[in-house]
């Protein structure tokens, strides 16, 4: 498949998307988020694929924010369509996919870049990483899950003053706020990202699946996360990893997932 603004690599189960619009800083606009959303859907059904790492190209910016060009002259209905639409078709997708997405947050991660690496399932920065949501200098609030996420990963009050203020946050105070779990030299990102992907990989990845939807439960109103982690737990025994898993565990051997 032919895309525009995104490069797509595979090796090794792991699958890097990387988001190429270098000149924009890798803004988000209407193509790279169809983009994004056609990689993602077609990653989700490659059995050679176990783990995904999505990252910006260039050394400056993982995503500077949308493209504001798009939709500086919108009204109302769509304004609210575009948070909508875009939330559905991409943010939401990637929390919810099976496997596991890291994002690499090289540089800047601002407004909607920063809810894009949100959305991941988790978060690694380069020590050069700039994140924020300054969506209220521009007279909006973030529209692509932004005031949802950010008060589940550091906190509603520093969420608050984040959202507030517009201001940025440098790599070393996302990870102390819980937003990004490891902070490692730019030059190394990517081979840091694989090295925790590689361990991923060692796992059944049914049970992955079932682990990600169990968490992510947790914070979707009305429903019990512990009634879903019941049920997927009950599950994993209906399957060939966890025979395999377990009988490995008792022949101390390594065992061999098949995701099956």
Do not use: W
Not at 2 to 31: D, F, M, Q, V
């Amino acid at each position: 498949m032919n895309y525009e603004n995104i490069l797509i690599s595979i090796e090794e189960k792991i699958a890097t998307i990387t988001i190429n619009r270098p000149t924009k800083l890798n803004a988000l606009n209407k193509t790279t988020i169809n983009d994004l959303q056609k990689a993602f859907k077609l990653l989700a059904k490659n059995n050679d694929v176990r783990v995904i790492v999505l990252t910006g190209s260039g050394e400056k910016a993982f995503v500077a924010g949308a493209d504001i060009s798009e939709f500086a002259n919108y009204s109302i209905e769509e304004g609210t369509a575009l948070a909508a639409e875009g939330q559905e078709k991409l943010f939401d997708f990637i929390e919810n996919l099976k496997k596991p997405v890291i994002a690499a947050v090289n540089g800047f991660a601002l407004g909607g870049g920063l809810e894009l690496a949100m959305a991941c399932h988790f978060r690694i920065a380069s020590d050069n990483a700039k994140m924020g949501l300054p969506e209220v200098s521009l007279g909006l609030i973030p529209g692509y899950g932004g005031t949802q996420r950010l008060p589940q990963l550091v906190g509603k009050g520093r969420a608050m003053e984040m959202i507030m203020t517009a201001g940025m946050i440098n790599a070393e105070e996302a990870k102390q706020y819980g937003l990004v779990n490891h902070v490692v030299p730019q030059n190394e990102l990517i081979a840091y990202c694989n090295t925790i992907a590689e361990k991923i990989i060692k796992n059944a990845p049914y049970a992955i699946s079932k682990a990600i939807k169990a968490i992510n439960t947790n914070y979707k109103d009305g429903k019990n996360g512990f009634e879903t982690e019941i049920k997927s737990f009950g599950k994993c025994f209906g399957t060939k990893d966890f025979i395999e898993g377990t009988t490995a565990f008792l022949e101390k051997r390594k065992a061999v997932f098949t995701g099956k």
